[in-house]
């Protein structure tokens, strides 16, 4: 079994930055990919971005490229996101994902229902 606990969701202005934090507790194989997505009032959930845990293969969404980071700290089992340029429409509850299995391709995650979740945390961009 793993765990996922959110941290960093707050308030910011618009081009603003942000850094989410995800602490996965558990077994946390060699094989795993972790994501985030994000999930808006009245709207379905969004793949964000993903990271291989081994070698640190990056995969985004079209939406946050070049604006957001996802990076991971294998001593803490830890993944970040690192969020700048913030705009109003990246407003949203932000949850982070587990999926053991995908090994090398990270993208995978984005078209399957991740095993493991997190309870998620918001983040608001003002205008």
């Known amino acids: 079994q793993v765990q996922l606990v959110e941290s960093g969701g707050g308030l910011v202005q618009a081009g603003g930055s942000l850094r989410l934090s995800c602490a996965a507790s558990?077994?946390?194989?060699?094989?795993?990919?972790m994501g985030w997505f994000r999930q808006a009032p009245g709207k379905e959930r969004e793949f964000v971005a993903a990271?291989?845990?081994?070698?640190?293969?990056?995969y985004y969404a079209d939406s946050v490229k070049g604006r957001f980071t996802i990076s991971r700290d294998t001593a803490k089992n830890t993944v970040y996101l690192q969020m700048n340029s913030l705009k109003p429409e990246d407003t949203a509850v932000y949850l982070c994902?587990?999926?053991?299995?995908?090994?090398?391709?990270?993208?995978?995650?984005?078209?399957?229902?991740?095993?493991?979740w997190g309870q998620g945390t918001q983040v608001t961009v003002s205008s």
């Open positions: 994902a587990a999926e053991p299995g995908l090994g090398y391709r990270p993208e995978r995650i984005a078209t399957i229902f991740p095993r493991y």
């Open positions: 558990g077994r946390t194989f060699s094989t795993y990919v």
């Open positions: 990271i291989n845990w081994s070698a640190g293969i990056t």
